[in-house]
T-cell receptor, first 113, second 118 residues
Framework: AQSVTQPDIHITVSEGASLELRCNYS??????LFWYVQSPGQGLQLLLK??????LVQGIKGFEAEFKRSQSSFNLRKPSVHWSDAAEYFC???????????FGDGTTLTVKP | GAVVSQHPSRVICKSGTSVKIECRSL??????MFWYRQFPKQSLMLMAT?????????EQGVEKDKFLINHASLTLSTLTVTSAHPEDSSFYIC??????????????FGPGTRLLVL
């Protein structure tokens, strides 16, 4: 069965500092991996995705993520955080043959001025 | 591209009434749609998966007679909360995935519907 673990429930960084959000997955085959961001009261917006090829993927809003098969990880990074990046971030893997994707429990990012 | 809309964005209803939420894929054909429920400060809880023209597949513990899902076209799915009660108050989010190409493996989400049952 596939699963996603986001070890950090809450992360606080200062504006302008770098950011790394962790994501570990369990999947029986080559995974399709995603990062989404959710602002309060909003739906989820796709930041980036990995299907194959280059293991470093670039997304919107200056985010990037690196797929590391040996570590079963897909960590999200941003070199300089802006106050507007404060939100909930979800990592996801899938879909399976049943058509479902699995989402992590999310990481809440707080940005200090 | 790959835009999903939901309507209404928020709704307040009386206990015992039914509420319908619409989910539309605006610029792609969504062969599969998903309905999630999200409680405050929590992750997404998948309620059901629907494929166009087929009956929805409900997750364990989700009452299919209470949460009616219809996916009659490739661009529209509806969730009807029947005989709503205060405990049904929540944030409902739909998601859509296309049949082929770039939208075939990726779920695109609507903006969500806030339901309050009085």
């Amino acid at each position: 069965a596939q699963s996603v673990t986001q070890p950090d429930i809450h992360i606080t960084v200062s504006e302008g500092a770098s950011l790394e959000l962790r994501c570990n997955y369990s999947y029986g085959a080559t995974p399709y991996l995603f990062w989404y961001v959710q602002s309060p009261g909003q739906g989820l917006q796709l930041l980036l995705k990995y299907f194959s090829g280059d293991t470093l993927v670039q997304g919107i809003k200056g985010f990037e993520a690196e797929f590391k098969r040996s570590q079963s990880s897909f960590n999200l990074r941003k070199p300089s955080v802006h106050w507007s990046d404060a939100a909930e971030y979800f990592c996801a893997v899938g879909p399976t043959n049943a058509g479902k994707s699995t989402f992590g429990d999310g990481t809440t990012l707080t940005v200090k001025p | 591209g790959a835009v999903v809309s939901q309507h209404p964005s928020r709704v307040i209803c009386k206990s015992g009434t039914s509420v319908k939420i619409e989910c539309r894929s605006l610029d792609f054909q969504a062969t599969t749609m998903f309905w999630y429920r999200q409680f405050p400060k929590q992750s997404l809880m998948l309620m059901a998966t629907s494929n166009e023209g087929s009956k929805a597949t409900y997750e364990q513990g989700v009452e299919k007679d209470k949460f009616l899902i219809n996916h009659a076209s490739l661009t529209l799915s509806t969730l009807t909360v029947t005989s709503a009660h205060p405990e049904d108050s929540s944030f409902y989010i739909c998601s859509a995935r296309g049949a082929s190409g770039g939208v075939s493996r990726t779920q695109y989400f609507g903006p969500g519907t806030r339901l309050l049952v009085l």
